[in-house]
């Protein structure tokens, strides 16, 4: 808590890219993986079993992957629609406080799923492809 409370009130330059009902729009299941992964090299199988392994049953079965939001900003900030908003407050009760003085931060609230999941896939691909995102 002391930590994320210093990184809000610092005036660091910040992009904050929520978990709940942003990142967790990155959503993908075992089948995506095994067509775009599997077989695709050392990283692409890596990444398939690390995937595979956090669940027993992937029947009807998606999860999110958490760290490609900030990592899809950096990449393309259009992947990511996003606002200046004041820093947020974290209060000792872990709630927000809001106060519209405060230095701005710049805060992600949608991601473009689709052109995360394309770009990955094709850096990962041994063609041609490789390094190529379209929209």
């Known amino acids: 808590m ?3 409370q210093l990184l809000f009130d610092c005036g660091v330059a910040l992009v904050r890219v929520p978990c709940i009902n942003v990142a967790e729009h990155i959503k ?8 775009f992964l599997k077989g695709r090299g050392a990283i692409g199988d890596y990444l ?8 027993d049953d992937h029947y009807a079965f998606s999860k999110e992957i958490w760290d490609l939001g900030p ?4 990449l393309d900030p259009t992947w990511a629609d996003s606002a200046l908003i004041p820093s947020p407050l974290l ?21 473009n799923r ?9 850096k990962l691909e041994p063609s041609t492809k490789a390094g190529l995102a379209t929209t």
Not at 48 to 55: G, K
Not at 71 to 74: E, F, K, P
Not at 114 to 122: E, G
């Open 28 to 35: 993908t299941t075992q089948s995506e993986l095994g067509t």
């Open 114 to 122: 689709d052109a995360i999941f394309r770009d990955l896939f094709a």
């Open 71 to 74: 990592i899809a900003w950096l």
């Open 48 to 55: 398939y079993d690390i995937y595979s392994a956090y669940a």
């Open 91 to 111: 209060n000792a009760a872990y709630t927000w406080s809001f106060d519209p003085h405060r230095h701005v931060i710049r805060e992600v609230f949608r991601l």
């Open 2 to 4: 002391p930590a994320a």
